[in-house]
């Protein structure tokens, strides 16, 4: 796809999509307006240096933007080249927020300066305001062609959604979402509909283990497929952007052939490492250019990565297509199919299509942002260091400079005199002996008040509040680690629980401990009933900001597996053609504690790709599968996942 660059649409009728109330108000104020302006998609940036794409916040804000996940270390600047229709002096306005002010705390982390042909601006952003908003960044005399740039001033999350250039200098922007979606529409000048993105047997949305997997299996029985991931990888959860290790037992008996697809593009080859886990490790472990190359070597599947799905076209509960915009570009298209699989684990297609779906109202199992910590003084650790300054690092540590100042986070979660895990005698639940082992591991979560989708970038900034308090408290209170440093951090927040699609059975936790049998088991689940909630161990002082979880385990939890779950989970109840497998299938709360490790999502998307097959080849729904050619699915799970039609 085309990328389109931001334009100076230099229009009078553009510029007042974006106008505040108070503009609109007044009809002497919008006499007054030239339109002349530049507008700046901060994620069209010619050049993104260290700066990082975050999606996750698309649905609220209409838009992508730029995050300095730079760890304590400003990020390399951001650039790009813009041509203004007439020089002179402009009022500029850059979206942005002050990100820890939702807590109240002291000081403003995430700095930057906007440069403009070398020229820093007086104003510093990123300070001001709890929401995203239009931060005044002054007058400025501009070129007619000039060079912008983002420029980082600490590397704590830092960012920036867009930039706004006025010649009207009294004119004020206005930050209603629904306003600034349609300028932004109006200005790339994209069409009032999105372009023909292809008609599909098959359309996935989500490219997670889930989504992967039945996209390849479905594609292996002969389906033309598109495979939709709103992220440059496929895995989710377990691929390099979030790293949790996969989990669950593939190829059981009596389907030993159910899991080879999840097998082949995830091989269980990993040790668990000095501190006995195999989480946040470095990123060529979770193999995601060998999930890229399956994909892309079945000539089935279109692979449309960097796409979101933001919209849904249905009738008469059935699915005709999905629109996705392309989280860089902007540009929208509409993708058709004749059945849809929601791999989304915010069950966004099945949500928007109307599907019936159950959620917590609270009491959510929480968001994970994994981290890791890395020795200067270890020159394998510096050597295989993913930091965005590893060039700086090597230089440093070769000439023995090795010790790792870490600045106060006043802003940060004050765990200076309180107990987590990693400082001295606090492991958790299952800790290491070795207390950096115990740093960033899957129990550091939070967002057990929070709803996961619309607080979801509150959600991860709470993780990094509770991520630089620990390393704050444990570097400047505890004097330890000298030489040792962040090394890592997910900015992608893996999930737990969000919605779940309702099927014709909804699974609960008694069915795995009755082991209640049922005629079409078609995927098997090893996984406790695994439900986190706070541990009230480490809750103490941080009310509404616990940052550390419980798992549950032993009695009740545990039963006789592999339990073989029913298909009639894997489709939606009320929408004709509506698949789903991950982590937002028909389960219970409790219920969902087995099935969602993602060696057994993935497995779940393996026989949605077959099942999608017979719905191709017989002309039924998801529901006729079951009821008229389970022997046929039965059948088509004893055969090798290579075998092709």
Not at 100 to 127: H, M, R, S, Y
Not at 200 to 209: N, P, R, S, W
Request: proline residues 4%; aromatic residues 10%; charged residues 25%.
């Amino acid at each position: 796809m085309n990328r389109r660059k931001f334009l100076n649409i230099g229009s009078k009728t553009a510029l007042l999509l974006l106008a505040s109330n108070e503009i609109l108000a007044s009809t002497n104020k919008i006499n007054k307006l030239t339109g002349d302006f530049l507008f700046v998609e901060a994620e069209q940036f010619d050049d993104l240096g260290g700066w990082d794409v975050d999606q996750q916040s698309m649905d609220q804000m209409g838009s992508p933007y730029l995050l300095a996940h730079g760890l304590g270390v400003p990020v390399k600047d951001a650039t790009t080249k813009v041509t203004f229709s007439k020089r002179g002096k402009y009022r500029v306005w850059v979206r942005t927020k002050d990100w820890v002010a939702p807590w109240k705390v002291g000081g403003t982390p995430g700095k930057f300066n906007l440069i403009i042909n070398d020229q820093t601006l007086k104003e510093t952003f990123g300070t001001k305001g709890a929401e995203w908003h239009w931060h005044d960044g002054g007058l400025v005399d501009v070129k007619k062609k000039s060079t912008l740039k983002l420029h980082d001033l600490t590397g704590f999350e830092g960012r920036c959604d867009a930039i706004l250039f006025c010649r009207d200098h009294d004119f004020t922007p206005t930050d209603d979402i629904k306003a600034l979606t349609k300028f932004r529409r109006k200005l790339l000048g994209f069409p009032d509909q999105p372009v023909e993105g292809g008609n599909f047997d098959f359309v996935v949305a989500g490219g997670g283990f889930a989504g992967t997997s039945a996209a390849i299996s479905a594609a292996r029985k002969g389906l033309k497929v598109a495979l939709i991931q709103d992220r440059p990888v496929l895995g989710g959860n377990g691929s390099s952007e979030v790293r949790v290790w996969p989990e669950g037992h593939t190829c059981q008996k009596p389907y030993p052939h159910i899991g080879e697809i999840v097998d082949e593009i995830s091989p269980d080859d990993l040790d668990r490492g000095k501190y006995g886990t195999r989480n946040a490790r470095l990123g060529d472990n979770y193999f995601d250019d060998r999930k890229i190359e399956v994909v892309k070597g079945e000539p089935n599947i279109t692979l449309l990565l960097e796409e979101r799905v933001i919209e849904v076209v249905s009738d008469n509960s059935t699915i005709n297509a999905v629109i996705t915009q392309n989280t860089k570009t902007g540009v929208q298209q509409k993708v058709e199919g004749k059945y849809f699989a929601d791999c989304t684990g915010d069950a966004s297609v099945g949500f928007l299509a109307g599907a019936k779906y159950k959620m917590s109202s609270s009491n959510f199992m929480g968001s994970s942002n994994m981290w890791s910590v890395l020795d200067a003084a270890d020159k394998e650790d510096v050597l295989e260091c993913e930091c965005k300054d590893k060039t700086a690092l090597t230089l440093s540590c070769e000439v023995g400079e090795v010790e790792q100042p870490f600045p106060s986070c006043p802003w940060a979660l004050d765990l200076s005199d309180k107990p987590f895990p990693g400082r001295s005698n606090y492991k958790g639940q299952w800790g290491s002996e070795d207390p950096l082992g115990n740093l960033g591991g899957w129990f550091w979560e939070s967002g057990f008040d929070k709803n996961p989708i619309t607080d979801v970038e509150k959600i991860r900034d709470l993780n990094f509040r509770a991520m630089y308090g620990a390393w704050d408290a444990l570097k400047n209170v505890d004097k330890l680690y000298p030489n040792h440093r962040l090394g890592w951090s997910a900015f992608i927040s893996g999930k737990r629980e969000s919605r779940r699609l309702m099927g014709d059975i909804q699974l609960t936790a008694n069915h795995f401990r009755d082991n209640v049998q049922f005629e079409d088991a078609v995927f098997p689940c090893s996984w406790g009933i695994d439900i986190h909630s706070a541990h009230q161990e480490f809750d103490e002082g941080v009310k509404g900001e616990e940052f550390i979880s419980f798992a549950t385990t032993g009695k009740g939890y545990d039963y006789e597996g592999p339990y073989w779950a029913p298909y009639r989970t894997l489709y939606s109840r009320n929408i004709n053609n509506l698949f789903m497998a991950g982590r937002n299938i028909s389960v219970s709360r409790d219920g969902l504690g087995p099935v969602r490790v993602m060696k057994t999502c993935g497995m779940m998307g393996e026989v949605v790709g077959l099942a999608a097959s017979i719905c191709v080849n017989k002309e039924v729904t998801p529901r006729g599968v079951y009821q008229k050619h389970l022997p046929q699915l039965k059948k088509l799970m004893n055969e090798p996942s290579s075998k092709r039609l």
